[in-house]
């Protein structure tokens, strides 16, 4: 959930960039970070621990600004992809007001996607959410891959796979070279803002 | 609720701004280098590879790994414990170089613990031979441990047959993954030179014994 401060007009917004391993979840906040990090006056902070209680992500925080009276804060995570930091993902899931789904566009990761995809129902169920009522938007990443003759699936057969049902804007991107991250970001803010201010105010 | 008008301003306003945050046209604002600055412990690097590697495989965190255990086996190379446990990180690395998303994955334990250990030797100059040699064989053991765990899941599912065998492929072909033949065979060569070390330090001990 949201934090809003209606005293001090703030509201706290956090989005979580989830997907497999290894399909393009830091790069994608690298990016913004290293191309926009001047703009945004922000620090990435990426926190990798280690011991009996693990926590991994990466976090990057910036304001946005007074908007309409209220100081809009952005908060972006990435849970790690890994099928064994499910506690951490779940955790992380905490609070979420909106999911960029980071798929992997490569041939060989089409039942990864599908697998982490039902990793995010069911640990959003564990927090009572649907994932079809949250602000969601899919990223199909790597497509530049396609360049260097690796196989990729196309956006027909990502949507039918992963898409079909929750109908989710979506963004063919990728995060290597900065296509539709950007754009994929924006959407997700606009749409997270819109829900949080829907339900709360 | 805001009134819905109010609510339109807020999308409006929230567009312009984000367009004004993330404009992708003109010159790109460089962001300033990382700061280099000498490690302060010797395995420094070799830490954040390791928890580089155990967030995610990368082919940068792997040649990472190799590249700062080559570098610290030049710096220890008259330590023959620290040595063994090097090549211990080097045998996983190249286990999780060729095995990647299927990798065991009780290979991270191993590995966090495997370095765990080697840190706490090189952060501890004074710390007696003969504990360094105990920590070595548990270990070692892990290791050990990890390699059937490998080797029982790679057994095969015997089925009835419904065709006959295909033909083997050629030796060249199963070259893409680490075999259990591969893996008992550097464990094999560890134990060797785990026992010769500890022949050739029991020798030193005789010899410094009768000196004195």
Redesign the interface.
């Known amino acids: 959930m949201a934090f809003i401060n209606l005293k001090s007009k703030v509201i706290q917004v956090k989005i979580v960039y989830y997907g497999p ?2 399909g393009g979840k ?1 790069t994608s906040l690298e990016y ?9 006056r922000a620090e990435m902070v990426t926190i ?1 621990t ?1 011991g009996d209680r693990t926590l ?1 992500f990466d976090f990057l925080p910036f304001d ?2 007074l ?2 009276g ?1 100081n ?1 804060k952005i908060q972006l995570y990435t849970v ?5 930091y499910n506690a951490t993902r779940r955790l992380v899931l905490r609070g979420v007001d909106g999911i960029v789904f980071v798929a992997d566009a490569m041939a060989v990761r089409r039942e ?1 996607n599908i697998q982490s995809l039902r990793n995010l129902h069911e640990n959003l169920a564990s927090y009572k959410k649907n994932l079809a009522a949250l602000p969601l938007v899919i990223q199909y990443n790597k497509i530049d891959l396609v360049e260097q003759g690796i196989p990729i699936l196309d956006v027909e057969l990502l949507e039918l796979d992963l898409n079909r049902d929750l109908k989710a804007p979506y963004f063919a991107a990728s995060a290597l070279k ?1 296509i539709n991250v ?1 754009a994929s ?2 959407k997700i ?2 749409m997270s ?2 829900s949080v ?2 339900e709360f ?1 | ?2 009134h819905p008008s ?2 339109d ?3 409006s ?3 312009s ?3 004004d ?2 404009r ?1 046209d003109g010159p ?2 460089a ?1 300033p280098p990382p700061p280099k600055r000498a490690p302060t412990q010797p395995l420094e690097e070799l830490k954040k590879t390791v ?2 590697i ?5 082919p940068e965190a792997l040649a990472g790994l190799q590249e700062q255990i080559g570098l610290l086996k030049v710096t220890f190379q008259r330590d023959k414990v620290i040595s063994m446990f090097l090549q211990i990180l080097g045998a996983l690395g190249q286990y999780i170089k060729t095995s990647r ?1 299927y990798v065991h ?1 009780s290979t ?1 334990t191993v590995l ?1 613990s495997v370095f765990a250990r080697l840190d706490e030797i090189v952060s501890s100059p004074t710390m007696p031979e003969e504990r360094k040699r105990k920590l070595l064989q548990v270990e070692m053991a892990g290791y050990q441990e990890l390699r059937d765990k490998i080797m029982k899941r790679r057994k095969p599912i015997r089925v009835a047959p419904v065709e006959p065998p295909a033909p083997a492929p050629p030796a060249a072909a199963s070259a893409a993954g680490v075999t259990p033949e591969v893996l008992a065979q550097a464990v094999e060569e560890l134990k060797r030179f785990i026992r010769a070390e500890l022949t050739r330090f029991k020798d030193e001990l005789r010899g410094a014994s009768r000196r004195g």
């Not at chain 1, 913004?32 to 945004?40: A, C, E, G, H, S």
């Not at chain 1, 790690?80 to 064994?84: A, N, R, S, T, Y």
């Not at chain 2, 155990?54 to 990368?58: A, C, F, G, N």
């Open positions: 391993g290894r830091t913004i970070y290293r191309k926009f990090q001047q703009r945004i990798k280690h991994f946005i600004g908007i309409n209220y809009i790690p992809g890994q099928v064994k990864k900065g950007v970001l924006k803010i606009s803002v819109a201010k829907n105010l | 609720m805001d109010k609510f301003q807020l999308n306003e929230l567009e701004r984000l367009d945050l993330f992708e790109v604002p962001a928890l580089s155990d967030w995610e495989i990368t998303s994955p991270f966090n």
